[in-house]
């Protein structure tokens, strides 16, 4: 079974633009989560999703949004980029849209995003 | 989400045992602990999670004490694959709010390195 997926692997845009990041959970997860990784730094939960609907938001500002389709796959979109939004972007998929921490979220190998 | 404390780096020769100790002095009844690993450039992976007392699996312990304000991820006979940012997450047990959401909290974990 695949894992969870993430395109591009890397990318890299300039201030201002917009960038568009892509997620697919392992099959059968329906609950999508993301985060941001500024290097040196643990992950910063950004948003999750379950069913298609967003269930939790973190501290992060209205230029980024996302949207999960119904395969469950999901897009995170970062506009007017700064050079601080530079890091590494990692989804996470989970069965349910609740439970216990560890039981369990798979993470996938993440977008670099270079900001110039 | 209760806030944890972890060393910022260890150093420890191949085949000793490692033991990280995570402190989390304002832990809620409901929360688990949690234990995710971290290799370079890529998402973290879970590695244990336990509520009290001790949890084993097969490549980990975790030692609880009663009152739960620390725990202790032990690693035995480290090679140098195992070398990575060890992080210790603390929350789960109940929705975060409303609805609920998975969501992880994560530190700046511990950077282990594991020498010849």
């Known amino acids: 079974d695949a894992g969870v997926t993430q395109s591009p692997t890397h990318l890299i845009k300039t201030r201002g633009q917009h960038v568009t990041l892509r997620c697919s959970p392992i099959s059968g997860h329906k609950s999508v989560s993301w985060y941001q990784q500024v290097l040196g730094q643990g992950p910063q939960f950004i948003f999750q999703?379950?069913?298609?609907?967003?269930?939790g938001r973190g501290n992060f500002p209205d230029r980024f949004s996302a949207r999960q389709f119904p395969n469950y796959s999901s897009e995170l979109n970062v506009n007017a980029l700064l050079l601080g939004d530079s890091a590494l972007y990692l989804c996470?998929?989970?069965?349910?849209?609740?439970?216990?921490?560890?039981?369990?979220?798979?993470f996938g190998q993440g977008t670099r995003l270079t900001v110039v | 989400l209760a806030k944890t404390t972890q060393p910022i780096s260890m150093d420890s020769y191949e085949g000793q045992e490692v033991n990280i100790t995570c402190s989390h002095n304002?832990?809620?009844?409901?929360?688990?602990i949690t234990w995710y690993q971290q290799f370079p450039s890529q998402g973290p992976r879970f590695i244990i999670q336990?509520?009290?007392t001790k949890v084993t699996n097969e490549v980990a312990s975790l030692f609880i004490p009663a009152d739960r304000k620390s725990s202790t991820l032990s690693l035995p006979r480290v090679s140098l694959s195992d070398t990575a940012v060890y992080y210790c997450?603390?929350?789960?047990?109940?929705?975060?709010?409303?609805?609920?959401?998975?969501?992880?909290?994560f530190g700046k974990g511990t950077k282990l390195s594991v020498i010849p």
């Open positions: 997450l603390v929350g789960g047990g109940a929705p975060n709010s409303g609805a609920g959401s998975y969501q992880l909290t």
């Open positions: 996470a998929s989970s069965s349910r849209d609740w439970e216990p921490l560890g039981t369990e979220a798979f």
């Open positions: 304002n832990i809620a009844t409901n929360d688990y």
């Open positions: 999703y379950y069913e298609k609907e967003e269930r």
């Open positions: 336990g509520y009290k």
